[in-house]
């Protein structure tokens, strides 16, 4: 079923070339250069060392609250240099990502992304690991330098991009990014690749949060008919049941559109204030393009 379930084959074939490898400015690739452009996917790279005395001039940002509450007197928190660092990817494969108009559906696209990156993380020497989103829960990867754990998790994704999947225990998005805060340490490279189509005010908080650890870039995937439904459409079916678009009202075909769109500025906004890089990506591109392009929002680290 070509552009929508995806082979494990097919993933590893999503393997970059050498050249593209490693995250990490400090880590064992001796250069971030992909192409003619620095990385977009850099991090901090620094594992917390001890605390001091706050001083004027120190990032607000490393702060530690729980020392400066204990004491009274507000600490910054010091940090050393890693040689390498976890790459930690959470990959949305629930219900709605098993959709598609142009080309592949999400999931398809998602699940190659993620294939991309896991490689480029293994081959310059990070541990990768990562989170599925499925339609049954959630599936947990620790973050290990072997290529058998990157075939592991590959192999699962595959899996898991089955469109006969019945949906039976799907977790909120802002579950899952709280539980892959619970795993990222300081200097993490966090990837969410996700439609956000549940963005909410309890997702928003949970990225907050991760940002505040892990170096976030957020992959958003999209069809064109979440960001619009034509007023004049055919049908469209999950596989069991069909809707007429044509029978839509125009007011709701605008609500439909309205709410897109304020879910699209909340995401862009939450990313630029806490330094997170944003890429959007629709079903019909070239996922390659996710080691190239310039993010759309991106705050300076």
């Given at each position: 079923?070509q552009?929508?379930?995806?082979?494990?084959?097919?993933?590893?074939?999503?393997r970059?070339?050498?050249?593209?490898?490693?995250?990490?400015?400090?880590g064992?690739?001796?250069?971030?250069?992909?192409?003619?452009?620095?990385?977009?996917f850099?991090g901090?790279?620094m594992?917390?060392?001890e605390?001091?005395?706050?001083?004027p001039?120190?990032d607000?940002?490393?702060?530690?609250w729980?020392?400066t509450?204990?004491?009274?007197?507000?600490h910054?928190?010091?940090?050393?240099?890693?040689?390498?660092?976890?790459?930690?990817?959470?990959?949305?494969?629930?219900?709605?990502?098993q959709?598609?108009?142009?080309?592949?559906?999400k999931?398809?696209?998602a699940?190659?992304?993620?294939?991309?990156?896991?490689?480029?993380?293994?081959d310059?020497?990070?541990?990768?690991?990562?989170?599925?989103?499925?339609?049954?829960?959630?599936?947990?990867?620790?973050?290990?330098?072997?290529?058998?754990?990157v075939?592991?998790?590959?192999?699962k994704?595959?899996?898991?991009?089955?469109?006969?999947?019945?949906?039976?225990a799907?977790?909120?998005?802002?579950?899952?990014?709280?539980r892959?805060?619970r795993?990222?340490?300081?200097?993490?490279?966090?990837?969410?690749?996700?439609?956000?189509n549940?963005?909410d005010?309890?997702?928003?908080?949970?990225?907050?949060?991760l940002s505040?650890?892990a170096?976030v870039?957020?992959?958003?995937?999209?069809?064109?008919?979440?960001?619009?439904?034509?007023?004049?459409?055919?049908?469209?079916?999950?596989?069991?049941?069909?809707?007429?678009?044509?029978?839509?009202?125009?007011?709701?075909?605008?609500?439909y559109?309205?709410?897109?769109?304020?879910?699209?500025?909340?995401?862009?906004?939450?990313?630029?204030?806490?330094?997170?890089?944003?890429?959007?990506?629709?079903?019909s591109d070239?996922p390659?393009?996710?080691l190239?392009?310039?993010?759309?929002?991106?705050s300076?680290?």
């Amino acid at each position: 079923m070509q552009g929508i379930s995806i082979s494990l084959p097919e993933l590893v074939r999503a393997r970059p070339p050498r050249g593209l490898t490693g995250f990490a400015p400090s880590g064992r690739v001796s250069t971030h250069q992909w192409g003619a452009n620095r990385s977009i996917f850099r991090g901090r790279g620094m594992e917390f060392a001890e605390s001091r005395a706050y001083q004027p001039g120190d990032d607000v940002k490393s702060i530690d609250w729980r020392v400066t509450a204990r004491t009274g007197h507000a600490h910054t928190k010091l940090f050393q240099e890693e040689r390498e660092r976890p790459v930690h990817i959470l990959l949305d494969l629930r219900a709605m990502m098993q959709f598609g108009t142009r080309v592949r559906f999400k999931s398809n696209l998602a699940a190659e992304i993620a294939a991309m990156l896991a490689w480029v993380g293994h081959d310059g020497g990070d541990r990768v690991g990562g989170l599925v989103l499925t339609r049954d829960g959630v599936m947990d990867f620790r973050a290990e330098r072997t290529r058998r754990a990157v075939l592991r998790f590959l192999e699962k994704i595959a899996e898991q991009t089955d469109p006969e999947i019945a949906p039976q225990a799907e977790v909120t998005l802002a579950k899952g990014i709280r539980r892959l805060r619970r795993v990222c340490r300081p200097g993490t490279l966090a990837f969410v690749i996700s439609d956000f189509n549940d963005f909410d005010d309890s997702a928003a908080k949970e990225l907050r949060r991760l940002s505040n650890t892990a170096h976030v870039t957020n992959i958003q995937i999209s069809d064109p008919l979440d960001v619009a439904l034509p007023p004049n459409g055919g049908r469209i079916s999950d596989g069991h049941t069909a809707t007429s678009l044509s029978s839509i009202g125009k007011g709701d075909l605008q609500a439909y559109a309205d709410h897109y769109a304020a879910r699209q500025a909340r995401l862009s906004q939450v990313s630029r204030q806490n330094a997170m890089a944003l890429h959007h990506l629709q079903t019909s591109d070239d996922p390659a393009q996710i080691l190239y392009q310039t993010p759309q929002n991106r705050s300076a680290a």
